[in-house]
């Protein structure tokens, strides 16, 4: 007969013991996912003691942790509780107090098993690796890692300890510094589980493990790693050079501009030189010192502004989303065949057609090579590879479209082509058929005027590449039907990316505040600033690469013709520079034709900057300004620029504001976004500095209305924030 303690309702956890077996139950009432906050340490508080002292049932001999949440086991520490840390000693109490609960979880008198279902990130990992055995479920939704460099912090429950003695130090370090989420079978693979079950028997399989951990008869493998520690890793010099290694990818990615990667190295070679306990007190210290950093501040401002932009409750007040199954694409190239694969991806079926077969067959093999390179990287099976490929089928003619929820227009951006197929589209199409288009430049009401039914037209704003970039922009006009908008913002958000809704305007958000920062980028060459200064400056200021290359990437000839159309709204201050009409006449267009500011060889690899491009532009190349002198130049530009995007009703707040930057053209993560950049500079210390930089060159940097507003009255973008 089972023994059944069975706990009231509305607590975090509960816990049943049935023949002998403790089941631990966490939901936390009234939160999508479980996370570790201040009821949940209690509630496990409390469950340890009474395991511990054989309270509950002294009968219990082993127990197993479930989720009741589906897609989350736990998604690691309650990130909202970190804006109350005000001091080091804050955070370090916080890291020191779970430290303190899972030491006691691993050191039970009972075997623990980890039924993991759904995510297990950061600190719910770190519980699940104090745990005697972890079983993952083959869900696509179980997804382990230790994200916690994302949010500018290291992780602070024993994850710097127990993952590298647990894996060995490279693939510890491998999964800490990049943030890297495994599906339970890599996780297995990786040695991170024990054993990886489908879904409906993972309970049972928990059950039967812990029974059989309870009785001797079954060893988890890793303790049998424990015992075995990655022997390449022990020989004389090894540790050092990995760790030297590490040391030099993390210089190199983030320029040093981000203290938890360099810090978390520090804590993990050190922490393998001592005992558990010594490494545990280096790794509280440096979860305390970091949480309070701007570089952290900022990071968690940005998973909130992206969490909300994900879930935009404005959204649902003004329709209900349709649901998208089928979506069909116009233009095969390379931005079509990227918005065929990122959705195929995420399980929808494509139709991706082209006016030639050798066109459509190009953009179906680039879908279906990215489809395959992705998956692979993901470790996929044959079969599901196959599945995700045959998602996508390639027409030239408009068949297959009558069923489509979206059709996205991603032809040559050319307004009476763009018109055209928004002609031809809305003959094949029903009224319940959401018309995107993926223009980056002409105005979605001039696109709209071709249509019979503006309200189903929208813009789909995508970045290139579109399976890596996460950002959406989504355009609306002033007829866009509700419905469109919320099927357009699911749509996003099904197939992985942010999306942000903004008003119509010439650029939208993104190109409108890239641009006048490039335009600043040409007049800096026009003048005699070398091209390498300007990209090391900009590198340095934080930006993953430097205007000069971005020129080269997006296409010279594009960033021409975006650069007029922006300088003709707005002729004041986005002067179009000679620099890309010298460029472009001499037959650069950039990478893709081998021709740029940089050089490339044969395979397209990016060489040196190219010295002939200063006759071609006709500059001396002779000037030399400070490094902070261009960084504020191009910087402020960027962030003025955007708060008169917002003055001007294009953005609907400033929290997509920070979304669109960071996620879209690379603005610094770690500061934020522009609108978050100004809170935490001070409006009034910005508007100085652009009251300068005017005075200095001209009406172009005229600072925003709403910067001599804002720094007047000092009122902030994110005051409950800050
Ligand atoms: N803390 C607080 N709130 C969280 C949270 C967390 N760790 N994780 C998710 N949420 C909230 C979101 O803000 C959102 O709130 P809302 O409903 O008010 O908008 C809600 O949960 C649902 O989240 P999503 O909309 O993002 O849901 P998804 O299903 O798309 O994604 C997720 C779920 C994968 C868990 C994603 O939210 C996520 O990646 N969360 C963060 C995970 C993370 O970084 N964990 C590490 C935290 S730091 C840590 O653990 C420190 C430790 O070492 C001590």
């Not at 590298?164 to 890297?180: F, W």
């Not at 540790?239 to 993990?268: D, H, N, W």
């Not at 913002?489 to 990316?497: E, R």
């Amino acid at each position: 007969m089972a023994t059944m303690v069975s706990e009231e309702t509305g607590a975090p956890v509960h816990m049943d013991v049935e023949d002998g077996i403790a089941i631990i139950r966490l939901d936390q009432p009234g939160k999508p996912v479980n996370v570790i906050s201040a009821d949940l340490v209690t509630a496990m508080d409390d469950i340890l003691r009474r395991l511990e002292e054989g309270e509950a049932d002294a009968s219990v001999r082993a127990a197993v942790i479930l989720s009741e949440k589906k897609g989350t086991w736990i998604a690691g520490a309650d990130i909202e509780q970190f804006k109350e840390f005000r001091t080091p000693a804050d955070a370090e109490a916080a890291s020191r107090a779970g430290q303190r609960l899972l030491d006691r979880l691993e050191n039970l008198r009972v075997p623990v098993v980890a039924a993991i279902d759904g995510v297990a990130l950061g600190g719910g990992l770190e519980v699940a690796l104090a745990c005697t055995y972890r079983i993952a479920s083959d869900s696509p939704k179980t997804r382990l890692g230790l994200p916690e460099v994302n949010l500018g912090i290291v992780p602070g429950a024993g994850g710097t300890q127990r993952l590298p003695r647990l894996i060995g130090v490279r693939a510890a370090l491998d999964l800490m510094l990049t943030g890297k989420q495994l599906d339970g079978r890599r996780a297995r693979g990786a040695g991170i589980v024990d054993e990886v079950v489908p879904v409906a028997i993972l309970p049972a399989v928990a059950r039967q493990v812990a029974n059989d951990l309870a009785e001797g008869r079954k060893e988890p493998r890793g303790a049998a790693r424990r015992r075995s520690p990655q022997w390449m890793e022990n020989l004389p010099g090894m540790r050092q050079l990995i760790f030297s290694k590490a040391r030099q990818g993390v210089m190199s990615k983030t320029k040093g501009l981000y203290p938890a990667p360099l810090r978390l190295l520090e804590v993990v070679e050190k922490g393998l030189d001592r005992d558990l306990a010594e490494g545990l007190e280096l790794e509280a210290r440096a979860f305390g010192e970091l949480a309070v950093t701007p570089e952290a501040r900022s990071l968690v401002h940005l998973f909130f502004a992206t969490t909300a932009a994900k879930n935009d409750p404005a959204l649902g007040e003004t329709a209900k989303p349709k649901k998208v199954d089928r979506i069909a694409v116009v233009g095969a190239g390379f931005m079509g065949a990227g918005i065929a694969a990122a959705s195929a991806e995420s399980g929808i079926r494509v139709r991706l057609k082209d006016v030639k077969p050798e066109a459509a067959a190009k953009g179906l093999k680039t879908a279906r090579d990215t489809l395959i390179k992705r998956a692979k990287r993901k470790k996929a099976r044959g079969f599901e590879i196959t599945a995700l490929t045959d998602r996508v089928e390639a027409t030239t003619e408009y068949t297959g479209f009558h069923s489509a929820d979206v059709v996205v227009e991603a032809v040559f951006e050319d307004v009476s082509l763009k018109q055209t197929v928004i002609r031809d589209v809305e003959a094949k199409i029903g009224a319940g058929t959401v018309l995107g288009s993926n223009t980056s430049t002409i105005p979605i009401s001039t696109l709209a005027e071709a249509a019979s039914r503006p309200e189903n037209v929208i813009g789909l704003h995508f970045f290139s590449p579109v399976e890596k970039m996460p950002l959406l922009e989504i355009i609306t006009h002033p007829g866009t039907a509700g419905w469109v908008t919320a099927t357009s913002h699911a749509f996003g958000k099904q197939i992985g990316k942010t999306p942000i809704i903004v008003n119509d305007a010439p650029g939208f958000y993104a190109n409108r505040i890239l641009s006048p920062y490039m335009a600043e980028a040409a007049l800096l060459l026009e003048e005699g600033v070398r091209m390498e200064e300007i990209d090391a400056a900009m590198t340095g200021w934080g930006y993953p690469v430097g205007p000069i290359t971005l020129y080269d990437e997006v296409g010279l000839d594009v960033a021409q013709k975006a650069g007029k159309i922006l300088a003709a709204a707005f002729a004041d201050r986005m002067r179009p520079s000679s620099v890309l009409d010298r460029m472009v006449a001499d037959g650069r267009q950039g990478r893709k034709n081998g021709r740029g500011f940089f050089t490339y060889d044969e395979d397209g690899k990016k060489g040196t900057p190219d010295e002939s491009v200063y006759a071609v532009i006709g500059s001396p190349a002779a000037k030399t300004l400070p490094r902070a002198e261009i960084q504020e130049r191009l910087g402020l530009m960027m962030v003025n620029e955007a708060l008169r995007t917002l003055e001007e009703g294009v953005l609907r707040s400033a929290r997509d504001g920070d979304v669109g930057a960071v996620l879209g053209i690379g603005f610094p993560p770690f500061r934020g976004g522009p609108f978050w950049y100004v809170d935490q500079t001070g409006a009034a210390a910005v508007l100085e500095r652009m009251r300068a930089l005017e005075a200095r060159h001209g009406p172009r940097f005229a600072p925003a209305a709403l910067l001599v507003e804002r720094a007047a009255s000092g009122e902030r973008f994110f005051p409950d924030e800050s």
